[in-house]
């Protein structure tokens, strides 16, 4: 790597490469604490494994089996936190368990679920478990085949994954951190005890990077990242191990009424979940398989879809078919590696590896495992583990909520109605998409409209040119891909008409 004089250097204190959830939640963190930071990503914000999740902010009912209470604890604590900060996106969520004896007895389930409960503080918007009976009418029962006759119930809370990660780059942003999506890093070495790095933009320019403190976010390629540093003089150990495992959901039309989700056990000792998914849409996951290939190149197997398909139809009176499928997605956890023989059971914990900050090799903190639900305590303890080289200790993000939080008496469907009454024009689908993507932030791209027309173009499925700029100009929107399947999820609505009417209005009118 050559850096020339032409070259303009950035100079910061934190370099994070990787925007996922945990590279944008470390950058709002360290951005709060006063500090410069700079963050690449290679392709859009979210657009590898944080956007690929069952999209629940769980405890992880089933890590307990795996004796995991260190984990279980603090996502319970964090489901807590986060349905605090950002009540537009995280939404609670009530989970029907239905009973069979020869998986699990019940006596387990109950005493799984009393410590569910009470592991950690639970809000009033999240009733405890009880056992509830299944051979009857009630909504809870009606889509389950008859020989089911008892099963519980807990909450537990769903969130939009990838809008997630973008609250946190735009809170990152306001702190003043600089986000460069579609900007991958592609060299690296050190210089006088700091890092030296190049990132290469989209459009094959490049920039380097002088950065006291590098932080690896990269998720799946979390390796390559550490490869690149240690082939370049930097003392980057390398300790960890890595396990790569992917993950597959199915997307069917809605399979049953009611806002509840399921969760399945199978007879491999898994769990499957089924969870109703924007209005109109089931979604089914996950699975657990080791993966070995290149994760921007993940996809379902046949195997997996068999799988799903066989696990709903046991437990659901109307068997589904592949047929029914509208759409997938899979994503690949980058997990630390604990030596478990299962991918199933292997820690869903994360763990840092931290090497450098003596001598005159800087400090690199690479990050392994972790969930969505934990990611702003992972980003915590990073900044904590960092406090040698920062000198900035204090956390704060325990009680700040994300962009958009600020919804009267924290109620989402209070702030729906209240939309509705100020845009009275406005259809009731469109200010409850618009409530529970952003926010109050909707408020900002609202002011001074009067009429749908005014709204602009009209895409379909309500996507209106006003909502396409804003998130163009304020959510690092580049294409009709990072629109409808990261910032709006209205792919699954649009048909390929629609889509490339979308592609050549973007075309058009492209912001630099
Ligand atoms: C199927 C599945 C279901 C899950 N369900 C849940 C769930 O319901 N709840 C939950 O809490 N968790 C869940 N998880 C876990 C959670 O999704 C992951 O732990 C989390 O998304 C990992 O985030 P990350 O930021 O570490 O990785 P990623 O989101 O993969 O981000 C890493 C980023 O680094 C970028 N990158 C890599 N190399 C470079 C480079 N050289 N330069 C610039 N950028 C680079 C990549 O493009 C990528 O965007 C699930 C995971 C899977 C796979």
Redo the contacts with the bound molecule.
């Keep these: 790597m050559n850096t020339t004089a032409a070259q303009c250097i950035d100079n910061v204190d934190v370099l994070i490469?990787?925007?996922?959830?945990?590279?944008?939640g470390i950058a709002r963190d360290a951005a709060g604490r006063g500090l410069k930071v700079l963050l690449?990503?290679?392709?859009d914000?979210?657009?590898?494994?944080?956007?690929?999740?069952?999209?629940?902010?769980?405890g992880g009912l089933r890590y307990l089996e795996q004796y995991e209470f260190r984990l279980v604890r603090e996502?319970l604590a964090e489901r807590e936190v986060l349905l605090h900060n950002a009540p537009h996106i995280v939404h609670p969520m009530r989970f029907v368990l239905p009973h069979n004896k020869n998986l699990r007895p019940a006596w387990m389930i109950r005493l799984g679920l009393f410590l569910y409960d009470h592991l950690a503080k639970r809000s009033k918007n999240l009733p405890g478990s009880q056992q509830i009976p299944l051979a009857n009418t009630s909504a809870y029962a009606l889509p389950l085949k008859d020989s089911i006759k008892k099963g519980f119930i807990y909450s537990d809370c769903n969130?939009d994954?990838s809008r997630l990660?973008i609250l946190n780059a735009i809170d990152a942003q306001t702190r003043g951190a600089q986000i460069l999506p579609r900007?991958?890093?592609?060299g690296l070495k050190t210089q006088n005890n700091t890092w030296l790095a190049t990132?290469r933009h989209q459009d094959g320019t490049t920039r380097i990077v002088q950065a006291k403190i590098l932080v690896n976010?990269?998720?799946?390629?979390?390796d390559?990242?550490q490869n690149?540093a240690a082939q370049h003089g930097s003392n980057a150990t390398g300790k960890r191990k890595l396990r790569l495992?992917?993950?597959?959901?199915l997307v069917t039309p809605r399979l049953y009424e009611g806002t509840h989700a399921y969760i399945l056990q199978n007879k491999d000792k898994r769990i499957v979940f089924v969870t109703p998914y924007r209005n109109d849409f089931s979604m089914i996951?996950?699975?657990d398989i080791d993966f070995h290939g290149d994760?921007a190149n993940v996809a379902i197997s046949a195997e997996e879809t068999d799988y799903l398909l066989q696990s709903v139809n046991a437990y659901f009176k109307q068997a589904i078919r592949h047929e029914d499928i509208v759409s997938t997605w899979?994503?690949?956890?980058?997990l630390y590696d604990d030596a478990h023989g299962n991918a199933s059971t292997t820690t869903?914990d994360y763990v840092f590896d931290v090497s450098g900050g003596t001598g005159s090799s800087p400090p690199l903190l690479s990050?392994f495992?972790?969930?969505?639900?934990?990611?702003r305590k992972l980003a915590e303890h990073a900044l904590e583990k960092l406090a040698p080289f920062t000198g900035k200790p204090q956390p704060w993000t325990h009680a700040a909520p994300l962009p958009g939080a600020d919804l009267p008496n924290a109620d989402i469907n209070l702030f729906i109605s209240q939309l509705q009454k100020n845009f009275p024009w406005l259809p009731k689908s469109t200010a409850s998409r618009y409530a529970c993507a952003y926010g109050t932030l909707a408020l900002l791209f609202l002011a001074e409209k009067n009429s749908i027309e005014s709204l602009g173009q009209h895409f379909g499925h309500d996507l209106y040119e006003t909502e396409v700029k804003w998130l163009q100009a304020h959510e690092w929107a580049n294409c009709a891909e990072d629109i409808l399947w990261r910032r709006t999820r209205l792919g699954l609505y649009f048909t390929p008409e629609q889509t490339l009417a979308l592609q050549k209005w973007l075309k058009k009118h492209t912001i630099r």
């Design positions: 490469i990787g925007g996922g959830i945990n590279g944008t690449c990503e290679k392709q914000l979210a657009g590898a494994t944080s956007s690929a999740s069952s999209k629940l902010i769980h996502a969130v994954d990660v900007c991958e890093c592609i990132l976010a990269a998720g799946p390629w979390v390559n990242i690149l495992v992917k993950g597959s959901h996951g996950t699975t994760p899979s994503g690949v956890r980058p869903r990050v495992g972790g969930k969505i639900t934990t990611y």
